[in-house]
């Protein structure tokens, strides 16, 4: 899930000649859902949201206080168009989720946020409507976050099983085998290589 999240005076959604939507300061969000995303990249990005610390307090301190901490309001926006990859000059936006999945998974979030704070300080637009959004930043200040999924790509997967699967391995030998597989190796190496061991009892014999 890729997150553009703006500090904002005011911001307004219009689609058509209607009014749908407004705060005062607050978050404007911008919200792309992909099609790997999970309930528990939706959890990670609500509590972002609400506890990033992008306020100032009230003796004028900068970036100690939350929207929470505040009580400003957050206007949420779904807009695939963050998933695109380029191909050329173009934009691609397979990797969004369908809107028949991303609706419910969106409401979910925004159900998810009004649960967490106060219902009626998150606004909405209007979900796969061509919107006019109005945003004057305050700062200004954007940050852009993207939820921490692991690859869902089948062969990076499988690299990574065969990685775990080299390390237990490695860890199931003892230490004398593993001592001494890394002395064979250096010995069919250089055939003048001693191991440790050896050097020890070189030692030993010259005394």
Excluded at 72 to 94: A, M
Excluded at 131 to 143: A, R
Aim: overall charge neutral; glycine content about 6%.
């Amino acid at each position: 899930m890729r997150v553009i999240i703006q500090r904002v005076t005011k911001a307004t959604v219009t689609v058509g000649e209607e009014e749908i939507s407004s705060i005062g300061r607050g978050l404007c969000v911008l919200l792309g859902v992909s099609v790997e995303d999970t309930q528990k990249d939706a959890d990670y990005i609500v509590r972002k949201i609400l506890n990033l610390r992008l306020f100032e307090d009230e003796s004028g301190r900068a970036w100690t206080k939350s929207v929470m901490d505040r009580d400003f309001e957050v206007l949420c926006i779904s807009q695939f168009t963050l998933q695109c990859v380029l191909k050329g000059n173009k934009p691609d936006f397979h990797s969004a989720m369908p809107a028949e999945l991303a609706q419910p998974f969106y409401s979910s979030i925004l159900e998810n946020m009004r649960t967490s704070y106060k219902p009626e300080l998150i606004k909405d637009g209007k979900f796969g409507a061509y919107m006019q959004v109005q945003i004057q930043n305050d700062g200004p200040v954007t940050v852009e976050l993207t939820s921490p999924t692991g690859p869902s790509d089948p062969r990076q997967l499988s690299k990574q099983e065969k990685q775990h699967q080299r390390k237990e391995k490695t860890r199931s030998k003892g230490p004398s085998e593993s001592s001494r597989e890394k002395g064979a190796v250096r010995s069919r190496q250089d055939p003048n290589a001693s191991s440790g061991a050896d050097g020890d009892v070189s030692s030993e014999r010259e005394t």
